[in-house]
């Protein structure tokens, strides 16, 4: 908003040019997010505590000491990381691109969807929210979409390389090869883009979903991949850049770096108030929304398969969870002791604190391996 309002009057106030400049917005997303945050957050936990009583209802078959420890805390802070997110990003995105309208109708409307999860699960003082089939359905469908929109977007940018929309790019593998290959920038898919946008966008949003188990667990690997994707969608949307780099230009998608910046400031914003013990939780209000985000930024920004490394901790979760199931099923015996991940090592005696900050190390050290993937092709 402040680009329209302020940007037209640049050669009359010399200060208002600083509002072209995507660094300077950017900035601003993440100080306006992270003020928000603060603002609003006491009196949002206090209302949230009156409202819910008990709090969030605990997992009977996760880890017993939770049942004692995050008894009474109230649930649904994704509420505040909504509110901080989309008010810093319509404040300093440009609002006639269509990658931030996008990215802000995945994420809102996954973050309705979680808060209908929250609300059902709250005012029924049971872990079981909506059902897991509808919840699927409308993630897909509202992913669909979006990657059609995203499909559609780069198809009609006369200045995007040729067979980019409908094509995939694979890490470490160089352009040149897909050009002399396939005669595309990527591995061409097709029309198959859309629903493989959509299994990247529902894949993100679920496993951050399972990540959030643990006081600050999935907040900083949040930020840290939306640090990582504001690098990238800033590179590959200036054609200079994406030159020099030897990765596909993607028209207009560096507009992406100021929705980053907002994420990256709500999530300062609720860890002042998620840090262990934790005053609040986000619930899936704030982890379905915030997986949201980073999987469409990822597919809009032509990066997906990358989301599997700068996002590898969300990975690790999610697959833990599959083999669990897997091979009780199958075989009649657990792999871990308790799934996800993170309950199994809380099962082998480690505290709280420890895995948080160690998962937080390793999702750092996936991001910077992601980001290797610009320069080593």
């Known amino acids: 908003m402040l680009y329209h309002l302020l940007t037209p009057y640049a050669d009359q106030f010399q200060l208002f040019n600083v509002f072209r400049y995507l660094t300077f917005r950017t900035g601003g997303a993440v100080m306006t997010a992270l003020l928000i945050s603060f603002i609003l957050g006491p009196s949002l936990i206090r209302w949230m505590r009156r409202k819910q009583g008990r709090g969030q209802p605990i997992r009977t078959d996760g880890p017993q000491g939770h049942i004692i420890e995050k008894a009474g805390t109230p649930t649904m802070g994704g509420v505040l990381i909504l509110l901080s997110l989309t008010i810093a990003t319509f404040l300093w995105a440009r609002l ?144 200079i850049y994406a030159e020099y780099l030897g990765v596909p230009f993607v028209p207009h998608v560096g507009e992406l770096t100021v929705i980053c910046g907002a994420i990256i400031g709500a999530g300062l914003g609720f860890l002042w108030y998620n840090a262990p013990p934790a005053a ?42 599959m083999i669990q199931i897997a091979s009780f099923k199958l075989f009649g015996k657990r792999v871990f002791r308790m799934a996800p991940i993170h309950h199994h090592f809380e099962q082998l005696g480690w505290k709280e604190s420890t895995i948080v900050i160690r998962f937080w190390i390793i999702a750092f050290v996936l991001a910077m391996v992601g980001l290797a993937t610009l320069k080593l092709r």
């Open 96 to 239: 006639d691109n269509i990658y931030v309208w996008i990215v802000m109708g995945v994420t809102l409307s996954f973050g309705a969807l979680g808060f209908i999860d929250d609300y059902l699960k709250v005012t029924k003082q049971s872990s079981d929210g909506v059902v897991g089939s509808l919840k699927l359905l409308v993630q897909f469908a509202v992913a669909l979409l979006a990657g059609y929109f995203c499909m559609d977007a780069l198809a009609a940018a006369p200045d995007a390389p040729e067979g980019l929309a409908r094509s995939v790019g694979v890490p470490f593998v160089p352009l040149d090869l897909f050009q002399s290959w396939f005669h595309a920038p990527g591995v061409p898919l097709g029309l198959f883009i859309i629903p493989f946008a959509a299994f990247v966008i529902v894949g993100a949003s679920n496993t951050v979903n399972l990540t959030d188990g643990l006081d600050g667990l999935a907040t900083v690997p949040v930020m840290i991949a939306a640090g990582a994707y504001a690098l990238i969608a800033y590179l590959v949307g200036n054609a």
């Open 280 to 321: 609040i939780f986000m619930g899936d209000t704030g982890s379905l929304a915030l997986g949201g985000a980073i999987g469409s930024i990822a597919v809009a920004a032509k990066h997906e398969i990358v989301l599997a490394i700068v996002g590898g901790l969300f990975v690790l979760e999610g697959l833990s969870v």
